[in-house]
Each structure stands twice: as C-alpha cells, then as structure tokens.
C-alpha cells in the first residue's frame, strides 16, 4: 500500500482545514488508518486513528473534540478534519495505515506541511 498525503497549508489561529490521505494498491488489506505530526525538535506523536471496514475511531487527548478522522472506502482516502487550530498544532502531518499487521502502522505517507500564524 502506498500512500499520499495532501491538503496542507497556512491557516490562522481558530481556523480550520481538512488534509487527506489517498491509498493505493493492496488497500482491501488495510486495517485502519492513522493521522500523526511532528513538530521541528519534538517526537512524532499520535493524533487519530480509524479502522478502515468498521469505521471506529480512537483520539490522543491533544486533539480530541477539535480534530476529527474520517474515510470514505469508495475512494480509499482517510481525512483529518481540523477545527480551532492553534499555533502549537504547527508541525508536519503524516498519515500512516496497518496493513496486514494487527496494530502496527508498516506504511506511511510523505507528510503534510500544516502552519497555524498567531
């Protein structure tokens, strides 16, 4: 599975802006998908994840309630709706997915550039 990510951009402070994952390839192996960020000097760090037939999501407390993960099989892309944005959301967003390896994320995305301006 390969996968590519868009969507995006500079937005300001209490904005929003929604970034995609679009799949291909062996995408019916895929068990969910999940969106991530790093921030220049911190660790990558978990945002969201979806299991890709049954839908279920699961959030990290930082983004839970302003952040929502969704997909639409038909087109096997994942999305990352973001609402509130603050500064500190600023980082680079990678989307990742579990394909054939239980809760293990084995392919990822090139990332997204997302800037939130005070």
């Known amino acids: 599975v390969q996968l590519q990510a868009s969507g995006g951009g500079l937005v300001q402070t209490g904005g929003s802006l929604r970034i995609s994952c679009t799949a291909s390839?062996?995408?019916?192996?895929?068990?969910?998908m999940g969106w991530f960020r790093q921030a220049p000097g911190k660790e990558r760090e978990f945002l969201a994840h979806?299991?890709?037939?049954?839908?279920?999501?699961l959030y990290s407390d930082s983004v839970q309630g302003r952040f929502y993960i969704s997909r639409d099989k038909a087109k096997n892309t994942g999305y990352l709706q973001m609402n509130r944005l603050k500064p500190e959301d600023t980082a680079v967003y990678y989307c990742?997915?579990?394909?054939?390896?239980?809760?293990?994320?084995?392919?990822w995305g090139q990332g997204t550039q997302v800037t939130v301006s005070s």
């Open positions: 990742a997915a579990s394909v054939r390896a239980g809760n293990n994320y084995n392919a």
């Open positions: 390839g062996t995408t019916y192996y895929i068990f969910k």
């Open positions: 979806i299991t890709w037939t049954g839908g279920s999501t």
